[in-house]
């Protein structure tokens, strides 16, 4: 398989990471069959999550796997009154990635990263590749810097 954009800028910043491969199911895209799939557990897998705050706009959410973005303290650690979930038909035109293959790394607009301090307990991290059935393992506070990542408490 060829690199993924985000496995190029990674590449072309000089951050460290891995590469894991997995069949995924296309009617069961969770995050929770993935990190089965890939044999980790659920809490070491961040989802990303495409999020819409008023009035500030779009911005993105990191949770674990097996956790559920709370949308008020969502809101409130960007600085939002409030904060929906992005219409699934509207990811791809926003970040650049399907459902299933959203990372933070290298979307369409430098959108603000947010992401769970339950991160704080890992040193590694399994996040999406930016595509379907490839994750990339990746050091905590290397995404973290990388993606200017604030973290907060979100679940």
Request: proline share 5%; glycine share 10%; aromatic share 8%.
């Amino acid at each position: 398989m060829k690199k993924t954009n985000a496995m190029r800028l990674l590449d072309k910043a000089g951050v460290p990471y891995g590469v894991i491969f997995y069949d995924y199911d296309p009617d069961d895209l969770s995050a929770v069959k993935a990190a089965a799939a890939l044999g980790v557990e659920p809490s070491a897998l961040f989802k990303t999550l495409v999020l819409r705050g008023e009035p500030g706009g779009v911005f993105v959410c990191m949770v674990a796997g097996d956790d559920e973005a709370d949308l008020k303290k969502a809101a409130a650690a960007s600085g939002n009154k409030r904060a929906s979930m992005v219409a699934v038909k509207e990811i791809q035109g926003l970040t650049g990635y399907i459902r299933g293959g959203c990372t933070p790394v290298g979307m369409k607009k430098p959108y603000p990263v947010y992401i769970d301090r339950a991160c704080m307990s890992k040193g590694i991290i399994y996040i999406s590749a930016g595509t379907r059935g490839v994750q990339i393992r990746i050091a905590v506070d290397d995404l973290i810097a990388y993606t200017g990542a604030v973290v907060a408490e979100l679940v």
